[in-house]
């Protein structure tokens, strides 16, 4: 979808997304240093066929070892060619969003409602650009994905490469299974990952980590008054204001929520966590959301 680019867009730059999209993850990282030259051969490859005169990859400052590989391989491939730089990015959570990737690498601000595509980007993980080069070079669809076991709960920690469709059960055995009854089991990142209650689902294309937390990690902490410090505010990366979209949430006031602009919020978590009073911001969030889009399908 994202290579499919409208007519009446005008893209000069790819930027290519090295950073995780949040804690524990490593799987972007593995594939820097796996496989640097499939991700050099799928950013010549789109870079070519799309006509894009300027390629970004961007890497956080926490792996300079995947900033090292894929700086020589620049280096060596594209040679006097100045379109296709390497850069590193400051590591802060959550820089691996799309929007925040597009004014990181480009100083240029995806207004609200509208995609990278807009203001001239097309914004690519990793993992999907070196999947491209090895689609292109063996004609094989993507059949396994690689992605991040981690937790206190489990044996042995580590990055697997899946077949798509094996159960979350028979990667945690692989993985030693685990060393402790986990208390809360999570299909992605702690932030914006699902919690599962089942270990016997499958994994899908979009399964990036599986993370098992024992008790002393998974400590739910009780919910006290909004003392307010503003401290969600500061932390969120759209410029939301948490406390005053609940206020306008509990009165159902459409006007102010819109005006509020929780529609653009990412549901990233970088409130809730930041929250003294351990307030489930990011539900308040949903719920607003949900608010307006019900009173959008009533008219």
Not at 132 to 149: E, F
Not at 191 to 196: E, H, K, R, S, T
Not at 214 to 221: H, L, R, T, V
Not at 276 to 281: C, D, G, N, T, V
């Amino acid at each position: 979808v994202k290579l499919n680019v409208p007519a009446d867009k005008n893209i000069d730059t790819l930027i290519i997304n090295a950073a995780e999209c949040e804690p524990y993850i490593t799987v972007d990282y593995r594939e820097c240093i796996d496989n640097s030259w499939d991700i050099c051969s799928g950013i010549k490859t789109v870079k070519e066929i799309l006509n894009i005169p300027n390629v970004v990859i961007a890497v956080e400052d926490n792996k300079p070892d995947a900033f090292e590989i894929l700086h020589q391989i620049v280096d060596k491939e594209a040679g006097a060619d100045s379109s296709i730089k390497i850069m590193q990015l400051k590591s802060v959570y959550p820089q691996g969003a799309e929007k925040m990737m597009v004014q990181s690498a480009t100083g240029r601000q995806v207004p609200p409602g509208k995609l990278p595509a807009d203001v001239g980007c097309i914004v690519m993980n990793v993992t999907s650009i070196a999947f491209i080069a090895r689609y292109l070079k063996t004609g094989k669809p993507l059949v396994s994905r690689s992605m991040t076991v981690d937790g206190m709960a489990i044996a042995e920690p580590k990055n697997v490469r899946v077949p798509i469709g094996t159960s979350f059960a028979d990667v945690v055995e692989f993985c030693g299974g685990f060393k402790e009854d986990p208390v809360k089991i999570i299909a992605g990142g702690p932030m914006m990952g699902m919690a599962i209650t089942d270990v016997n689902y499958p994994i899908s294309k979009s399964n990036n980590a599986l993370l098992a937390f024992s008790a002393k990690d998974a400590k739910i902490f009780r919910e006290t008054d909004c003392i307010r410090c503003g401290r969600c505010a500061a932390a969120c990366p759209m410029s939301l204001a948490p406390t005053k979209i609940i206020r306008d949430s509990k009165a159902k006031d459409i006007d102010a929520l819109n005006k509020d602009g929780v529609m653009v919020c990412m549901e990233c978590g970088s409130c809730a966590y930041s929250c003294p009073a351990k307030k489930p911001l990011v539900q308040h969030m949903r719920l607003a959301k949900s608010i307006i889009r019900e009173a959008g399908a009533k008219k």
